[in-house]
């Protein structure tokens, strides 16, 4: 007979046999006889050598070759066998009808944790995720009110021990957003590509300390712009199209040059894909992939971000070249434009309020879609989970599956961090 051995550990021992009194360990003659009614093994332990008692009750000294056994059960005499659970009962008052006429029941495929684990069609993992994080001058990392969990990183300091979390369950992308000193502001963002600026900086020490991490930056006047705007205002309140293209043309080749894996045009220029493409060629960086901000929407739930970056407008609304709500259609100018000009990764801004945009630019694009569950999304399932209004843990896996379920591939999101914790904690 077989016995599980108790006390034993996992890696030395598996099975146990007893044949004519006689303990064998594997095909191992151990040399003890036992009684029928226990079993001693010698068992090997690192370091040492122990002696394992095993209980068997009802132990005996043949067993019934297959033969016999097939024998047994064509004469109508199989083993034994536990009898079928008994059917539940319904509650008392449950009415006593006949079953609906139904060949298929789609519950089926739901009746248990282990078919609705083996039938989900969606499924999320660290890799998915791409991880803001704000960035500062300062030597401290700085509490943003609106964002609960959120900090301006120092940028020496900081920003490494951000980083090395994120590394240690799996997120290895990150995308970063400079604090900029107000001294350093001007109407046309001249600091955006300074090499020695915070971001170029960053991603200098980012690469040095971590050569495989994946750098996306944020390619945009607005934290550099002393009007707030994305691009540069004429007096007349207009945003200039191509003269701001040319200055983010030179954002894109600064921050290739320190070591940027991808650059995100998040200011929503006509032409700006393009004209980044052909001076990223020109300057020697053909493996930098744009990350388009394809349908970057006009949205109000982007208000914590601008006070985490202190880059709110200083005047009127973003309204003329960020894409109105109602707009279902014009993404797919956007999208098709973005792709011809050269984008390698188009985006939709924000995420849970535009599913449906997601799901359009997947169904009609075999480029990569990422989506942007941005600072007010996060904020309001924060906010809702401190006033206990619901299960912030849940809430927060819902709403990253129903992003990626809609046709994301790469999800930037703030809750990257505790996602991927929650994501490591389960064994997914």
Known sequence: MTFAVVGAPFN??????????????????????????????????????????????NVTQTRQ???????????????????????????????????LPMLKRPRRNRKSATLRAAFQETTISPANFILP????????????????????????????????????????????????????????????????????????????????????????????????????????????????????????????????DVVSPSDMMDGRV??????LDREGFHDVSIMSYTAKYASAFYGPFREALDSNPRFGDKKTYQMNPGNYREALIESVTDEDEGADILMVKPAMPYLDVIRLLRDNSSLPISAYQVSGEYSMIKAAAAKGMLDETKAMMESLLCIKRAGADAILTYFALQAARHLCADGK
């Open 274 to 279: 393009e004209a980044i493409r052909v001076a």
């Open 12 to 57: 030395t021992l598996t099975t146990v046999e007893h044949i004519n009194n006689v303990g064998y360990v594997g095909l191992r003659h151990t040399g003890i006889f036992c009684q029928p009614s226990s079993l001693c093994v010698k068992t090997r332990s690192p370091g040492k050598k122990q002696l394992i008692r095993a209980e068997a009750a």
């Open 133 to 260: 994080l704000f960035i500062h001058e300062g030597e401290e990392d700085t509490p943003i009110g609106a964002m609960p969990g959120c900090f301006r990183l120092g940028w020496r300091n900081g920003l490494i021990e951000e980083v090395y979390k994120a590394r240690d369950v799996g997120v290895n992308s990150l995308v970063l957003f400079p604090k900029i000193p107000d001294a350093l502001k001007s109407p046309t963002g001249d600091e955006a590509y300074n090499e020695n600026g915070l971001v170029p900086r960053a991603i200098r020490l980012l690469k040095d300390k971590y050569p495989d991490l994946v750098i996306y930056t944020d390619v945009a006047l607005d934290p550099y712009s002393s009007d707030g705007h994305d691009g540069i205002v004429r007096e007349d309140g207009v945003i200039m199209n191509d003269e701001t293209v040319h200055q983010l043309c030179k954002q894109a080749v600064a921050q290739a040059r320190a070591g940027a």
């Open 65 to 99: 070759t297959i033969e016999e056994c097939e024998a047994a059960v064509i004469a109508g005499n199989p083993p034994p066998a536990p009898a079928a659970p008994p059917k539940p009962h319904s509650p008392r008052g449950t009415p006593a009808i006949s079953p």
